[in-house]
């Protein structure tokens, strides 16, 4: 069964720095993974999706790298902004079904 | 495109009463399915559909049901709603049903049972 772990739970940095997310699944079999953005009382809007033949993806700011082979991938944000506090979930889809397996993301808080 | 939509944003209900979560996509997506949020839990799969007529269960089904008589809607169903029901619950859809698609989330129906 597929696990999800993002670690820390929380994250507090100020301004302009530049900062990692981390994300780990116990099953490297998968189709694809995905970052996805969640602010508080809302739901959850996609960053990145990364197919598993892929190794990394960028988006503006953002950049998400994938390692199959030890089930990792990493959010990489530049010069954050405090507009960039929010929770980031990544999640893995394995199977036929497209379930995807969820990490309990992270909160990041950008201190202006 | 309007995306995925969700109704109601918020509901209260009493235990045993029953009521439907609707979710809509006007994307044409074929894959659509049912999460739900709980503090500590993560999101969890409780339904899914690949397409029109045809619907199996996810991780956490029982107390629910759904239905897929439309491409663009995918009712939820709490037959008798029980306190373990409280929670966020998120719809998402992807174009195919495969597992190299992106998934898209609707705002969510944040529910409360009593």
């Known amino acids: 069964k597929q696990e999800v772990t993002q670690i820390p739970a929380a994250l507090s940095v100020p301004e302009g720095e530049n900062l990692v997310l981390n994300c780990s699944f116990t099953d490297s079999a998968i189709y694809n993974l995905q970052w996805f953005r969640q602010d508080p009382g809302k739901g959850l809007t996609s960053l990145l999706l990364i197919q598993s033949s892929q190794r990394e993806q960028t988006s503006g700011r953002l950049n998400a790298s994938l390692d199959k082979s030890s089930g990792r991938s990493t959010l990489y944000i530049a010069a954050s902004q405090p507009g960039d506090s929010a929770t980031y979930l990544c999640?893995?889809?394995?199977?036929?079904?497209?379930?995807?397996?969820f990490g309990k993301g992270i909160t990041l808080s950008v201190r202006p | 495109n309007a995306g995925v939509t969700q109704t109601p944003k918020f509901q209260v209900l009493k235990t045993g009463q029953s009521m439907t979560l609707q979710c809509a996509q006007d994307m044409n997506h074929e894959y659509m399915s049912w999460y739900r949020q709980d503090p500590g839990m993560g999101l969890r799969l409780i339904h899914y559909?690949?397409?029109?007529?045809?619907?199996d269960q996810g991780e956490v089904p029982n107390g629910y049901n759904v239905s897929r008589s439309t491409t663009e809607d995918f009712p939820l169903r709490l037959l008798s709603a029980a306190p373990s029901q409280t929670s966020v619950y998120f719809c998402?859809?992807?174009?195919?049903?495969?597992?190299?698609?992106?998934?898209?989330f609707g705002p969510g129906t944040r529910l409360t049972v009593l």
């Open positions: 999640a893995t889809s394995t199977g036929a079904n497209s379930k995807l397996t």
């Open positions: 998402a859809s992807s174009l195919l049903a495969s597992s190299y698609n992106e998934q898209f």
């Open positions: 559909s690949v397409g029109a007529g045809i619907t």
